[in-house]
């Protein structure tokens, strides 16, 4: 496992579009936990059906079961070469806990991994979140802000209403990205003092931000 990234980032920093990217040109793994787990549920497995008890119930899958099903994927023949994780960890006792799978399964563990934090200001975020539009038949994701459209409530791709969620309000979305930010920012100060921290500007545009990934990649493939 040469390539180890791992990407930290608050939602609608452009994260997961990046990392779309970037597992599709350099053929790695795309490992979000949010869909793995999903996809672990679909499939009935042991690991699966004691997520769905504990997200039935609405409560938090514990740790250590996240963990486990993260090991699992990443011991799949496909990360032999590395992995892109997407939005883990997201806390201390998660960092911890991949620290003890990548010291157990990491094959090359002299080359550290590199932490792609995506930096963005809050009150952007804001803005981007409450701009946006979803389209309630295609499910077009829209930002009123960067697309100008002549109806602010017709899907210009299928002719569909496009509604704003209601929880992407200014309000929500603030207290949203508070938590989030409490909760994140240690992680971020142990990545940085280990020596594994990379900081994105990502308030400038898609490409912008990518070229820049790409080159902090080759940087450190380099070096
Ligand atoms: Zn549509």
């Not at 997520?51 to 994927?73: E, H, M, Y």
């Not at 994780?85 to 990548?102: F, H, N, V």
Request: aromatic fraction near 8%; charged fraction near 30%; glycine fraction near 6%.
């Amino acid at each position: 496992m040469k390539q180890k990234y791992i990407f930290i980032g608050p939602p609608g920093s452009g994260k997961g579009t990046q990392t779309e990217k970037l597992s599709h040109e350099y053929n790695l793994p795309h490992i979000d936990t949010g869909a793995l787990l999903r996809a672990e549920i679909a499939s009935g497995s042991e690991d699966g059906k004691l997520a769905d008890s504990f997200i039935s119930k609405g409560q938090l899958v514990p740790i250590t079961l996240v963990a486990n099903v993260i090991k699992n994927r990443l011991k799949k023949t496909d990360c032999e070469k590395g992995f892109i994780l997407d939005g883990y960890p997201r806390s201390m006792e998660q960092a911890y806990a991949l620290d003890d799978i990548l010291a157990e399964i990491d094959t090359d563990k002299n080359i550290k991994p590199c932490v792609f934090y995506f930096d963005v200001d809050e009150k952007l975020l804001v803005e981007r979140l409450v701009n946006r539009r979803s389209c309630i038949k295609c499910h077009s994701i829209y930002n009123l802000k960067t697309m100008k459209l002549n109806d602010e409530s017709v899907c210009p791709k299928c002719g569909g209403q496009l509604i704003r969620r209601d929880d992407d309000t200014e309000e929500i979305a603030y207290k949203r990205f508070d938590t989030y930010f409490n909760q994140t920012a240690p992680l971020i100060d142990m990545y940085k003092e280990r020596g594994w921290l990379i900081r994105l500007d990502a308030s400038k545009d898609i490409v912008s931000v990518y070229n820049d990934l790409v080159g902090e990649i080759k940087g450190h493939v380099n070096s």
